[in-house]
């Protein structure tokens, strides 16, 4: 096949596969400009699958990135266990006062049966809807926040660390009764249109756990659940750290990983080479402010350090794109992408880039 | 006492509570309880604060050591006693957002570290604007996690202006954008909860 003729789907396998394709794939995870296209408020947006389905064709045309994002908002598994989500009018919605309010709350609590989870089949019907307008023409990227990683919305980030250093007993049945939503999650959501599922893990992040203890927990949880998800999955870290568990993250069976924009792109390409594509690492709150020239150039630098030989992905370093960046930000980044992206990458020295390496 | 504080260092990240107790069981008036808090408890949230920054030491330990560390320090400095700091009139709080992990460790280091302050937990800007004006707090500690609620620290300076208030912010947002701190009207930015501590020195000997 010509190059010149990938589609976003193709051009995402390519570069999995650790080849080159025509371009650098560009993940745009815009989920609140939907809102803007449609001049709907962020509440009113999420409410339906119809709002999503409409506002994410309308960025894709607008900024054409290479994946749809059936992503509505990091607390929608909380609102499925009867948690609270706060809305706002100039961000994502926010999870409220936790559910689980002790630790005794934890022998008790029950998953949601998605099929009769409204939050839920909103999701699912938008991944259908999607895949029927997009085909196979671009990847549909579901979204499961990790069962290691839910309980800072399900119980309080402090109770979770307490958890987890006083009590294993329930620190380990809660994560066996999130293992098992987040299977059933993930693959309702295959089922549905997605092509993959974006794993959200923070927690196993080093910015929040130490190597040590992620081995024992989060690596320990990933591999078990990911082993269960019956399609290809792509681990974020949300802005965490990572570069020291690069090596335990590919041995959970994760296609990509999602790393921040604190950690040097170019060192975490080369410790994912041929193991994990990478996926980032754009700094999102900073985006907020970036000059048109700002953005050309923080795109070039990325692409310089991580875009020879394939094996990335373009993207922010949250996984969701603040509602304040403005259009021409996004606009501008695209077209970098366009101009400088295109394969072979013959602006860049590859010598220069090895030396580049050392140094770092 | 570098030493010591490795020492003790090692106990809290090792969750050994007895062991940092025993240290300062074990000073035998070679020190006071006030000045080993300055000396060694202090300092050694200091430097593992500096070493979460690094990327060598993780969130989870640092909220742990500074439960340890607060629990032993309210042992021999019970709040509101005599000894505890000279200090402006200060209070924490995670602006607009129930994720309070960011809130709770200030809170603690700063206990830990000999200081006395408000918490009032999470809050929305107009409820905090009117506890400051009535409790006069000078130290203002807003801890985030979301960039609205970063945002929104703007709102809480403007309605601030008619008081001496010194507003250190702290979260993700402004690791992530060293300049929004500024944007925002804050006073000062903390990277680490334990560099607190040293702002607000700064704040009591009229450098900031």
Not at chain 1, 99 to 109: L, V
Not at chain 2, 74 to 89: F, W
Not at chain 2, 131 to 138: A, M
Not at chain 2, 171 to 192: I, K, Y
Request: aromatic share 8%; with cysteine; hydrophobic share 40%.
């Amino acid at each position: 096949m010509s190059q010149s003729k990938m589609t976003s789907l193709q051009r995402v396998l390519t570069t999995l596969g650790h080849q080159e394709p025509d371009r650098v794939p560009l993940f745009l995870f815009v989920t609140l400009h939907g809102a803007k296209e449609l001049g709907l408020s962020i509440k009113e947006y999420f409410s339906r699958a119809e709002n999503v389905v409409e506002g994410q064709l309308r960025l894709r045309a607008k900024y054409r990135h290479d994946c749809i994002y059936n992503f509505f908002y990091a607390p929608v598994e909380v609102e499925a266990w009867g948690g609270e989500v706060i809305y706002c009018d100039d961000g994502p919605p926010n999870s409220g006062t936790p559910f689980i309010r002790s630790f005794e709350d934890i022998k008790t609590i029950e998953p949601p049966q998605i099929e009769k989870t409204p939050c839920l089949t909103k999701v699912l019907k938008s991944s259908q809807m999607l895949k029927e307008k997009i085909g196979n023409d671009a990847p549909i990227i579901g979204v499961v926040m990790s069962p290691f990683s839910l309980p800072v919305m399900q119980m309080g980030f402090d109770r979770y660390i307490e958890l987890m250093y006083e009590r294993p007993d329930l620190f380990d049945h809660l994560m066996k009764i999130n293992e098992a939503f987040c299977v059933q999650w993930a693959n309702a959501q295959l089922k549905a249109g997605s092509t993959a599922i974006c794993y959200f893990d923070p927690v196993s992040s080093t910015t929040i756990s130490t190597k040590q203890m992620y081995l024992k927990t989060g690596f320990e949880v990933a591999k078990r659940t990911i082993a269960r998800i019956k399609g290809p999955t792509a681990t974020h870290m949300a802005s965490g750290r990572c570069l020291q568990i690069i090596d335990d993250i590919a041995k959970t069976g994760t296609a990509i990983i999602g790393v921040s924009g604190q950690e040097n792109l170019a060192e975490l390409k080369a410790v994912c080479e041929n193991k994990l594509t990478v996926l980032g690492n754009l700094n999102g709150i900073e985006m907020r402010r970036w000059s048109s020239e700002q953005a050309e150039a923080e795109v070039k630098n990325a692409i310089s350090q991580a875009g020879l030989g394939g094996g990335f992905i373009l993207s922010d370093n949250h996984g969701e794109i603040p509602w304040q960046v403005p259009d021409e930000v996004l606009s501008a980044i695209s077209e970098a992408v366009h101009k400088w992206g295109r394969y072979p990458l013959a602006w860049l020295n590859p010598k220069k880039q090895a030396k580049k390496l050392m140094v770092s | 006492m570098t030493d010591l504080v490795s020492d003790f260092i090692e106990a809290i990240l090792s969750l050994d509570r007895i062991s940092a107790k025993k240290m300062l069981d074990n000073q035998n008036h070679r020190i006071t309880p006030v000045e080993f808090i300055e000396e060694v408890v202090a300092v050694a949230l200091e430097r593992i604060g500096a070493e979460w920054q690094k990327g060598t030491l993780a969130l989870s330990q640092i909220y742990m050591a500074g439960r340890i560390c607060e629990g032993l320090v309210d042992e021999i400095l019970p709040p509101c006693a005599p000894e505890r700091k000279d200090q402006p009139k200060m209070a924490v709080c995670a602006l607009s957002d129930h994720h309070k992990l960011g809130k709770i460790i200030v809170y603690s280091l700063l206990r830990a570290s000999g200081f006395d302050l408000l918490d009032y937990a999470t809050i929305e800007v107009e409820e905090l604007v009117d506890r400051v004006k009535n409790d006069k707090i000078e130290v203002l500690l807003v801890s985030v996690l979301m960039l609205p609620s970063a945002l929104k620290v703007k709102k809480v300076r403007e309605k601030l202006t008619d008081m001496d208030v010194k507003i250190i912010v702290g979260g993700a947002p402004f690791r992530f954008d060293d300049q929004l701190w500024r944007e925002v009207g804050a006073d000062a930015m903390c990277q680490t909860a334990s560099e607190a501590v040293a702002v607000i020195h700064k704040i009591m000997g009229g450098g900031l």
